[in-house]
């Protein structure tokens, strides 16, 4: 890693693989790794959220990235307005920075309860917990997209 590059925790939308790994084009994957179990992983809709002082190790992966891409992702982000980049504790004692929403900010939200996006309910080849129960046979009807 060259001086000037930064370490960056991805955990959303940015992986490999996912709609907007593109801005990720110039960075230089680093591999897998998980926070230690202090955050949430918030679903938004179309990308996720790691919100500090929850109970979850968070799963994704980290990227050597230079100044000029970072600063982009920054305002692609709504850094600091919406999300704040904020150094976060991996597992295994490294710190990286990565994008957090503050709890107030996360209230309502889905939590991804398996800290792992691709794991989230919706999310293309995930399992969903069979539930029968009436109130969630009415919220499925109501929230969720007919079937094609």
Known sequence: MTTHEMVLF???NLMKGEEQHEW???ARPLGEATTTPE???VDLGTTGALVQGGL???TGELYAIAPAALAALDVHRGHPILHRRAPV???GGRE???YLLSMEQA???RRVREGDWRKRRGAPGAVRARDNSPLVSWA???FDPPPR
């Open 10 to 12: 991805v955990y959303d």
């Open 39 to 41: 955050y949430a992983l």
């Open 140 to 142: 499925k009807r109501r």
């Open 24 to 26: 990720l084009a110039t």
């Open 56 to 58: 979850v190790a968070v």
């Open 96 to 98: 990286a920075q990565a």
């Open 107 to 109: 209230a309502g939200c």
């Open 89 to 91: 504790r991996l597992a």
